[in-house]
DNA sequence: ATTAGGG
DNA sequence: CCCTAAT
């Protein structure tokens, strides 16, 4: 097997996130052009076509064209990347059927002097990314295996959010086998690709595919909110859901009926339990200078998993003869390889982990305090009660416990960076064989919550807190997290003003004794146990600005209108509905009428509520005086003269100030 | 798909 | 914030 280094060419070192974007209007204008539908097949018809020609390229010269090697250079306007990752297995079709295997293609400037392959550029670049996923549930052992295809157009119109770019991630993956564009693999891969997903049978394929397409999250003003990254890695992070549920709605036609739809998910969530997404926020990507992507599809990334509690692991060569503990402050720069190259001891720090998802039940009326208690034992039962570290070189799992590093390959060598750590729980709270029909993206999901359920239900697990540090020595990062980042941050952990006040309730819960950056843990029903997959969106307490531009929206438009009202004030802030705002514009009012005293929360200026009280009242009245014409109207057939109906459409209409 | 209103 | 009924 060949393992080939990851090629930079150039746009792999392009950071993603620094991309602007067009104009909303901009890309709402091209998107209505071509539907997510349509992009499903145009995105595989792009993969089929440029593997045909990929084929017929390597036909047609197989003396070795010149150009092939640097197609993005030379061709300059077919820019094709393929990446294949997967653990165990070498580069073969059956990939799709063993082990997990990861692939992303992205396409940059796929523009062909075909009509359909223009055509279908067009489709991609309009919907930046598309992911699918296949799967395929392995009866045995209910491993699931998945093929990730990522298309992205670029360079220009690359999502800025989609981590996915250029990258793709399954959380054991680093060291991963990874070939990229390399012409014969590529071609085979993309063959393998388009021969599974053939667009001949769009019903057979929607059922193994599912498709997303990942909608530009960054809005522009007002209430500009820089989504935060993080959250693509969250669990539906709400945002995500949300914007799957728009996807899901129009995807409608075209689903199979299997795919759970994101109303019937919500039917099923009663709002007795909430469900958190619990999930650790990605912090690796701003710590590996957003190189590593992000940890975005945590559904998909699960089945990796098969409930492992994979963790993050990150070693760093240190050299040190005297302990094997981390003294990573030191060894951050500290390459030193060469000198230690004479050392016969390889020190390792492990700079990070996480926990892919925890998922914890709670009550409502839980309060806060438990909630993190909970989520503490929660925490506590999973890796305390013991946990096996795995390791993997090149990203395949080496077993033999009694080989000698020497002969594991594993030295002070380049090679420590392919190597990788994961947690996995101990033999003992080994989820149980999960052997089930369910879509195999719930099955480690369930898994994950049985498991953590029953540790949750067997009181021996309280407050194990203090205990858990000292049975997990290795856990114990003892870097100086300020420090140890580096000079990356910023943009994606530093949302925007609001985007961190309205995250902030997503916001994992730090736990204290561990070493666990962050953690979120939501509570889930009881319906959601059994396998459904629901999610309550977050709360998202409206920030002054917010109440301030619906007040003023409704001040001009009205009530009763809040289509217009969301499209005026909120275009850009996709976490508000209309009925978000309607429902807000109801606390306001009846905020508004209540005294000081009984009001809670974040209290709202006394003058905007005098406001709404005003607008509303007004528009109250507004509206009596159409039911009024209109029932004139009806009586003797006679338009009435009152009727402001166009003026208020035109937002002509408003609130005189000083009114009533 | 929106709106209105109850929970 | 959710859900349902009615448009």
């Given at each position: 097997m060949?393992?080939?280094?990851?090629l930079?060419?150039?746009?792999?070192?392009?950071?993603?996130?620094?991309?602007?974007?067009?104009?909303?209007?901009?890309?709402?204008?091209?998107?209505?052009?071509?539907?997510?539908?349509?992009?499903?097949f145009?995105a595989?018809e792009?993969?089929?076509?440029l593997?045909?020609?990929?084929?017929?390229?390597?036909?047609?010269?197989a003396?070795g064209?010149?150009?092939?090697?640097?197609?993005?250079?030379?061709?300059?306007?077919?820019?094709?990347?393929?990446?294949?990752?997967?653990?165990?297995?070498?580069?073969?079709p059956?990939?799709?059927e063993q082990?997990?295997c990861?692939?992303?293609?992205?396409?940059?400037e796929?523009t062909?002097e075909?009509?359909?392959?223009?055509?279908?550029f067009?489709?991609?670049?309009?919907?930046?990314?598309?992911?699918?996923?296949l799967?395929?549930?392995?009866?045995?052992?209910s491993?699931?295996?998945?093929?990730?295809?990522?298309y992205?157009?670029?360079?220009?119109?690359?999502d800025?959010?989609?981590?996915?770019?250029?990258?793709?991630?399954?959380?054991?993956?680093?060291?991963?086998f990874?070939q990229?564009?390399?012409?014969?693999?590529?071609e085979?891969?993309?063959?393998?690709?388009?021969?599974?997903?053939?667009?001949?049978?769009?019903?057979n394929?929607?059922?193994?595919?599912?498709?997303?397409?990942r909608?530009?999250?960054?809005?522009s003003?007002p209430?500009?909110r820089?989504?935060?990254?993080?959250?693509?890695?969250?669990?539906?992070?709400?945002?995500?859901f949300?914007?799957?549920?728009r996807?899901s709605?129009?995807?409608?036609?075209?689903?199979?009926?299997t795919?759970?739809?994101?109303?019937?998910?919500?039917?099923?969530?009663?709002?007795?339990?909430?469900?958190?997404?619990?999930?650790?926020k990605?912090?690796e990507?701003?710590?590996?200078?957003?190189?590593?992507p992000?940890?975005?599809?945590r559904?998909?990334?699960?089945?990796y998993?098969?409930?492992?509690?994979?963790m993050?692991?990150?070693?760093?060569?240190?050299?040190?003869?005297?302990?094997?503990?981390?003294?990573?402050?030191?060894?951050?720069?500290?390459?030193?390889?060469?000198?230690?190259?004479?050392s016969?001891?390889?020190?390792?720090?492990?700079?990070?982990?996480?926990?892919?998802?925890?998922?914890?039940?709670?009550?409502?009326?839980?309060?806060?305090?438990?909630?993190k208690?909970t989520?503490?034992?929660?925490?506590?039962?999973?890796?305390?009660?013991?946990?096996?570290?795995?390791?993997?070189?090149?990203?395949?799992k080496?077993?033999?416990?009694?080989?000698?590093?020497?002969?594991?390959?594993?030295?002070?060598?380049?090679?420590?960076d392919?190597?990788?750590?994961t947690?996995?729980?101990?033999?003992?709270k080994a989820p149980?064989?999960?052997?089930?029909?369910e879509?195999?993206?719930l099955?480690?999901?369930?898994?994950?919550?049985q498991?953590?359920?029953?540790?949750l239900?067997?009181?021996?697990?309280?407050?194990?807190?203090?205990?858990?540090?000292p049975?997990?020595?290795?856990l114990?990062?003892?870097?100086?997290?300020a420090?140890?980042?580096e000079?990356v941050?910023?943009?994606?952990d530093?949302?925007?003003?609001q985007?961190l006040?309205?995250s902030?309730?997503?916001?994992?819960?730090?736990?204290?004794?561990?070493n666990v950056e962050?953690?979120?843990?939501?509570?889930?029903?009881?319906?959601f146990q059994?396998?459904?997959?629901?999610?309550?969106?977050i709360?998202?307490?409206?920030?002054i600005?917010?109440?301030e531009?619906?007040?003023?929206?409704?001040?001009e438009?009205?009530?009763g209108?809040?289509?217009?009202?969301?499209?005026?004030a909120?275009e850009?802030?996709?976490?508000r509905?209309?009925v978000?705002?309607k429902?807000?514009?109801?606390t306001?009012?009846?905020?508004?009428?209540i005294s000081?005293?009984?009001?809670?929360?974040?209290?709202?200026?006394q003058?905007?509520?005098?406001?709404?009280?005003?607008?509303?009242?007004?528009?109250?009245?507004?509206q009596?005086k159409?039911?009024?014409?209109?029932?004139?109207?009806?009586?003797?057939?006679?338009?009435?003269?009152?009727?402001?109906?166009?003026?208020d459409?035109?937002?002509?209409?408003?609130?005189?100030?000083?009114?009533?």
């Amino acid at each position: 097997m060949v393992f080939k280094k990851r090629l930079d060419y150039g746009f792999n070192a392009f950071n993603v996130h620094d991309v602007p974007r067009a104009p909303r209007s901009m890309r709402r204008r091209s998107q209505s052009k071509c539907t997510v539908e349509e992009s499903q097949f145009c995105a595989f018809e792009m993969l089929a076509s440029l593997a045909g020609k990929l084929l017929q390229e390597s036909e047609s010269s197989a003396s070795g064209n010149a150009s092939e090697g640097h197609e993005c250079d030379s061709i300059g306007k077919n820019c094709f990347k393929q990446e294949i990752q997967y653990e165990d297995k070498p580069l073969k079709p059956k990939c799709f059927e063993q082990g997990r295997c990861e692939a992303s293609v992205a396409a940059s400037e796929l523009t062909t002097e075909n009509g359909d392959d223009s055509k279908d550029f067009r489709c991609a670049k309009n919907n930046a990314i598309l992911e699918c996923t296949l799967t395929k549930t392995d009866p045995a052992c209910s491993e699931e295996i998945n093929g990730d295809l990522k298309y992205g157009s670029f360079p220009g119109n690359v999502d800025g959010h989609s981590p996915y770019f250029g990258e793709s991630y399954n959380g054991k993956t680093e060291n991963a086998f990874k070939q990229e564009r390399d012409p014969t693999g590529l071609e085979t891969q993309a063959l393998n690709i388009a021969n599974k997903g053939p667009p001949k049978d769009p019903v057979n394929f929607d059922r193994v595919v599912k498709l997303l397409s990942r909608r530009d999250p960054v809005p522009s003003v007002p209430f500009t909110r820089r989504r935060n990254d993080i959250k693509l890695g969250s669990r539906d992070d709400e945002e995500n859901f949300s914007r799957l549920k728009r996807l899901s709605k129009r995807f409608k036609a075209s689903r199979p009926p299997t795919h759970i739809g994101d109303r019937r998910i919500r039917k099923l969530l009663t709002s007795k339990y909430w469900k958190v997404a619990a999930k650790l926020k990605d912090f690796e990507h701003s710590r590996f200078g957003g190189k590593r992507p992000l940890y975005c599809k945590r559904k998909t990334y699960y089945n990796y998993h098969r409930c492992q509690y994979d963790m993050l692991y990150k070693q760093r060569k240190i050299f040190d003869r005297k302990s094997v503990t981390s003294s990573p402050e030191k060894d951050m720069n500290g390459d030193k390889c060469s000198t230690a190259a004479m050392s016969d001891r390889v020190k390792f720090s492990i700079k990070s982990f996480r926990i892919p998802e925890l998922y914890i039940e709670v009550p409502e009326t839980a309060t806060v305090g438990s909630l993190k208690r909970t989520v503490m034992e929660a925490v506590t039962a999973l890796i305390g009660g013991g946990i096996r570290v795995g390791l993997l070189l090149q990203g395949k799992k080496v077993r033999d416990d009694s080989r000698a590093l020497s002969q594991a390959g594993i030295s002070c060598d380049d090679n420590l960076d392919a190597l990788g750590f994961t947690l996995e729980p101990g033999p003992a709270k080994a989820p149980p064989t999960m052997c089930s029909e369910e879509p195999p993206l719930l099955l480690s999901y369930d898994a994950a919550l049985q498991n953590l359920t029953s540790s949750l239900a067997a009181p021996a697990v309280n407050t194990g807190i203090p205990n858990c540090t000292p049975n997990l020595p290795f856990l114990t990062n003892s870097e100086n997290p300020a420090t140890d980042h580096e000079p990356v941050s910023s943009k994606i952990d530093m949302p925007t003003d609001q985007s961190l006040l309205e995250s902030r309730a997503l916001v994992p819960v730090p736990v204290p004794a561990t070493n666990v950056e962050a953690l979120t843990a939501v509570a889930v029903n009881q319906k959601f146990q059994k396998s459904e997959l629901a999610q309550r969106r977050i709360w998202r307490p409206f920030s002054i600005s917010e109440v301030e531009a619906l007040v003023q929206a409704v001040e001009e438009i009205g009530t009763g209108r809040w289509r217009d009202i969301k499209l005026r004030a909120f275009e850009s802030a996709d976490h508000r509905t209309y009925v978000n705002l309607k429902d807000k514009w109801k606390t306001l009012v009846h905020t508004a009428k209540i005294s000081l005293q009984q009001r809670r929360g974040d209290p709202v200026p006394q003058e905007l509520l005098d406001r709404v009280l005003v607008a509303h009242a007004y528009w109250a009245q507004h509206q009596a005086k159409k039911q009024q014409s209109k029932l004139h109207h009806h009586r003797h057939g006679t338009p009435s003269i009152t009727d402001t109906t166009e003026a208020d459409r035109k937002g002509v209409a408003r609130v005189p100030i000083g009114t009533m």
